[in-house]
């Protein structure tokens, strides 16, 4: 088996989950870093685009979010929000 799937409660959108996994018989240990971050456009900016702006905008913005995020940590995977989340969560593993 090459991954495991464990599933992290988070109490809070704007919490950080931050996960150790160490495999004993290599001795090594890897980091997981879960975050929010915010799948909002401004309310005037909704109302003056279209939704494929909207949704345009909202990529653009969580790009510029991971390219300026810790550079000691990469990006793995970004979930899908659902139709009414004003936030998207993003794993990274530090490098």
């Given at each position: ?8 409660p988070?109490?809070?959108?704007n ?17 997981f870093?879960?975050?929010?971050f915010s799948w ?5 900016m909704?109302?003056?685009s279209?939704?494929?702006?909207e949704?345009?905008?909202?990529i653009y ?12 940590w ?14 998207i ?6 490098k």
């Amino acid at each position: 088996m090459r991954e495991i799937c464990v599933p992290i409660p988070l109490g809070d959108d704007n919490e950080v989950a931050e996960v150790e996994v160490k495999l004993a018989n290599k001795k090594i240990s890897v980091f997981f870093r879960l975050e929010s971050f915010s799948w909002d456009i401004s309310k005037e900016m909704a109302d003056k685009s279209d939704d494929i702006t909207e949704k345009l905008l909202k990529i653009y913005n969580l790009k510029k979010l991971i390219a300026d995020y810790d550079s000691d940590w990469e990006l793995i995977q970004i979930f899908t929000p659902s139709e009414s989340s004003k936030n998207i969560q993003v794993l990274f593993r530090k490098k």
